[in-house]
């Protein structure tokens, strides 16, 4: 059960957000080392409290959380597995965790309930990207009136195969698919419900795993 409540300083929206990327956790090998890092380049400030038993870090930034650090677990001993692990809110954790699998994604956590928070999964898309499934019991963070300095923008699908990426993506959360034009590289944005999401584009490296990518 966490210790300290992430919705601390959060503006809540008066309804579900689904198809926001709405958290972000740090896998990491060493969160110690990466504390520094962050709060030197963005003034983030750490809350050290617990998440299902384990120790986890909450990131605040303007005396709200945003975000926050775990230690991940390798895949390859001798291999680094540090990444960034987005969560985007849905409507049904379970159903979508199921139609992510239905279409050839893979479920690695199945749902699960955390306390004071809500129900969550991880999953990889039917390309291998990453992702976590959320839906909040209190919310979603609502959508600020302009950026702010220091927090998550927007997040970045890159995969293989941006058509197909973007097909079932529009098909799990309802999605409008616009298609930007740049040439052999189009960019293709997820919107919902009047507000731009998210993007997807090829991914650009040929040995890099596909990614949602947070900045």
Avoid at 94 to 113: K, M
Avoid at 141 to 163: M, N
């Amino acid at each position: 059960t966490p210790t300290v409540s992430p919705t601390e300083g959060m503006a809540i929206s008066k309804t579900p957000l689904v198809g926001k990327f709405v958290w972000r956790d740090l896998m990491t090998d060493d969160p110690a080392l990466v504390k520094p890092f962050y709060a030197a380049l963005f003034g983030w400030e750490f809350v050290e409290t617990k998440s299902l038993g384990r120790p986890y870090t909450l990131i605040r930034s303007g005396g709200q959380f945003i975000g926050g650090i775990a230690k991940g677990q390798r895949r390859v001993v001798h291999e680094s597995n540090a990444q960034w692990l987005s969560f985007l809110s849905v409507a049904d954790v379970d159903r979508a965790a199921q139609a992510t699998a239905a279409a050839g994604g893979a479920v690695l956590v199945a749902p699960f309930d955390v306390a004071k928070v809500g129900r969550a999964a991880v999953v990889t898309d039917p390309q291998g990207a990453p992702l976590g499934l959320l839906r909040a019991t209190f919310g979603d963070p609502a959508d600020p009136p302009a950026p702010v300095l220091h927090r998550f923008l927007w997040t970045e699908g890159l995969v293989r195969e941006p058509v197909a990426a973007a097909k079932f993506y529009a098909d799990l959360i309802g999605y409008e698919v616009l298609v930007h034009d740049q040439g052999d590289k189009p960019f293709r944005v997820l919107k919902l419900l009047g507000r731009e999401r998210a993007g997807i584009m090829r991914m650009p490296f040929k040995d890099v795993q596909p990614i949602w990518l947070p900045s």
